[in-house]
């Protein structure tokens, strides 16, 4: 019994995995599978690379090692051994039509399903196209194999949307939670204001109070004061009538004296005064500035042609950069091109009007931001002040970057016809200083960076903030 079951398992470990048969001119995979070379060059006669093992899907070149001259001898002996033969080499092992106990032998390419042959021969499939397994197997082969290029287009799309819906996420979460800070240290700002408010106007009410208390007291005191002597006058006249002849006449002369006084005396004045009303107004940058940026915001660029040659600008136009002291520019400097201080301007001009930008300013440096001439000098030594035609933000007015802060957005608020130039901390929602001038001609925004690091950038702002 031993031995019989031992024959089966070398005669099994002999066959062919697509014809089930003994294995001919075996063809060895990179696998370690083995199939008749026939067998396999008819699997993969109309399929594309990269080819699959028929047993495990492991892909293998077109043209596999030579025949295994050794397993085929070993599969010749085996067959040669007592034993039920196996059947093989007409076509690959399938399963039976539970209908009618039948091989399926055949597909119906309408309904896509196996057949036997009495299923073919049923009305249910009359007219339809019916294909041999092997060589229906093969074409629906090539055709799924043709379905990997799209799909694996279609999954390296799905997956780069889906970094990109990460990223979007993230940027997304990052831009609320600075809206977030922002309204936080806005609010914090605002309820510094009011507790000053409060405190201001509390004391003046107090004050108020306090002054009102007393002219109140002063004047009941000089109310009860003439009440006293109206009182002791009544009282003596009226004690005088009482009296005999002699006694009134004589004390007559006292009474007309008290008499005489109370009637000169007039009634102390009533202290009469209104409640002035304690007027709270929030300061103008809390209600004027969103009014200037709402109505007034620009979208500028910078302009690549009057960049100093140790400045750097994006692609996008939006963010300029210091280059690195050992970083030499790509070209010489444009004709238009500041040579003599590090500064570039926008490539919009105002002639009239009353525009708004605002600049993003990150890391270390010295920096400036205003507007000048389109005439003003950029390859001499020129004091930048309004009388050569620059209205910048002062540096020695102290804001500047210190240690403590390394990122802040200014905002430029430009009006033509007040010949005004305002700058504003929009981190602290104030006004920082206001420069006058008259304007006559084309007004182009002005930006200075100097710093030895490259990581120091000032960056255009387009939304509203």
């Given at each position: 019994?031993?031995?019989?079951?031992?024959?089966?398992?070398?005669?099994?470990?002999?066959?062919?995995?697509?014809?089930?048969?003994?294995?001919?001119?075996?063809?060895?995979?990179?696998?370690?599978?083995?199939?008749?070379?026939s067998c396999l060059r008819g699997r993969w006669q109309h399929l594309k690379e990269p080819l699959a093992c028929p047993v495990c899907q492991h892909p293998c070149p077109r043209e596999p090692r030579g025949p295994n001259t050794q397993l085929a001898l070993l599969a010749d002996l085996i067959s040669q051994l007592p034993g039920p033969r196996p059947e093989g080499h007409a076509r690959e092992a399938g399963g039976r039509c539970a209908a009618h106990q039948q091989a399926l032998s055949l597909f119906c390419e309408d309904h896509l399903e196996l057949l036997c042959g009495?299923?073919?021969?049923?009305?249910?499939?009359?007219?339809?196209r019916l294909t041999p397994i092997g060589?229906?197997?093969?074409?629906?082969?090539?055709?799924?194999?043709?379905?990997?290029?799209?799909?694996?287009?279609?999954?390296?799309?799905?997956?780069?949307?889906?970094?990109?819906?990460?990223?979007?996420?993230?940027?997304?979460?990052?831009?609320?939670?600075?809206?977030?800070?922002?309204?936080?240290?806005?609010?914090?700002?605002?309820?510094?204001?009011?507790?000053?408010?409060?405190?201001?106007?509390?004391?003046?009410?107090?004050?108020?109070?306090?002054?009102?208390?007393?002219?109140?007291?002063?004047?009941?005191?000089?109310?009860?004061?003439?009440?006293?002597?109206?009182?002791?006058?009544?009282?003596?006249?009226?004690?005088?009538?009482?009296?005999?002849?002699?006694?009134?006449?004589?004390?007559?002369?006292?009474?007309?004296?008290?008499?005489?006084?109370?009637?000169?005396?007039?009634?102390p004045a009533v202290f009469s005064y209104q409640s002035v009303e304690p007027a709270f107004i929030l300061p103008p940058h809390y209600t004027g500035l969103q009014n200037i940026i709402s109505k007034f915001q620009r979208d500028l660029t910078f302009d690549p042609e009057t960049a100093h040659p140790s400045l750097i600008i994006s692609s996008d136009r939006k963010t300029l950069s210091?280059?690195?002291?050992?970083?030499?520019?790509?070209?010489?400097?444009?004709?238009?091109?500041?040579?003599?201080?590090?500064?570039?301007?926008?490539?919009?001009?105002?002639?009239?009007?009353?525009?708004?930008?605002?600049?993003?300013i990150r890391g270390l440096g010295v920096w400036a931001l205003g507007v000048c001439e389109e005439s003003f000098p950029r390859n001499a030594p020129v004091t930048p002040a309004p009388a050569n035609g620059l209205w910048q933000l002062q540096q020695i007015a102290g804001f500047r970057f210190d240690s403590c802060?390394?990122?802040?957005?200014?905002?430029?608020?430009?009006?033509?016809?007040?010949?005004?130039v305002s700058f504003y901390n929009l981190d602290k929602r104030s006004h920082i200083s206001t420069l006058t001038g008259t304007f006559t001609g084309k007004l182009l925004p002005f930006f200075c960076l100097e710093s030895?690091?490259?990581?120091?950038?000032m960056t255009i702002v387009s939304q509203e903030w």
């Open positions: 019994m031993a031995l019989a079951t031992t024959l089966a398992e070398l005669q099994a470990e002999v066959r062919c995995p697509l014809c089930q048969g003994p294995l001919r001119a075996p063809l060895t995979l990179d696998c370690g599978h083995n199939c008749c070379g009495q299923c073919a021969a049923s009305a249910a499939h009359h007219g339809h060589p229906a197997a093969a074409h629906h082969r090539t055709k799924l194999k043709d379905y990997r290029e799209p799909l694996q287009k279609r999954l390296e799309e799905a997956q780069r949307a889906w970094e990109r819906q990460g990223v979007e996420r993230q940027e997304w979460r990052e831009k609320v939670a600075k809206q977030r800070t922002e309204l936080f240290w806005e609010s914090e700002q605002l309820k510094h204001f009011l507790r000053i408010e409060h405190d201001v106007l509390d004391m003046g009410v107090l004050r108020q109070m306090s002054s009102h208390s007393k002219k109140i007291l002063r004047g009941k005191n000089q109310l009860a004061e003439h009440s006293a002597s109206l009182q002791r006058t009544l009282r003596d006249v009226t004690r005088l009538c009482l009296q005999p002849d002699l006694g009134l006449l004589t004390g007559l002369s006292a009474v007309h004296q008290q008499w005489d006084s109370c009637r000169s005396m007039e009634l210091c280059r690195q002291a050992s970083t030499e520019p790509a070209s010489d400097p444009s004709p238009r091109a500041f040579t003599s201080q590090e500064a570039v301007l926008g490539v919009e001009g105002f002639q009239g009007g009353r525009h708004f930008w605002q600049v993003e802060q390394t990122q802040c957005r200014v905002g430029v608020f430009l009006d033509c016809e007040l010949g005004e030895k690091s490259s990581a120091f950038s």
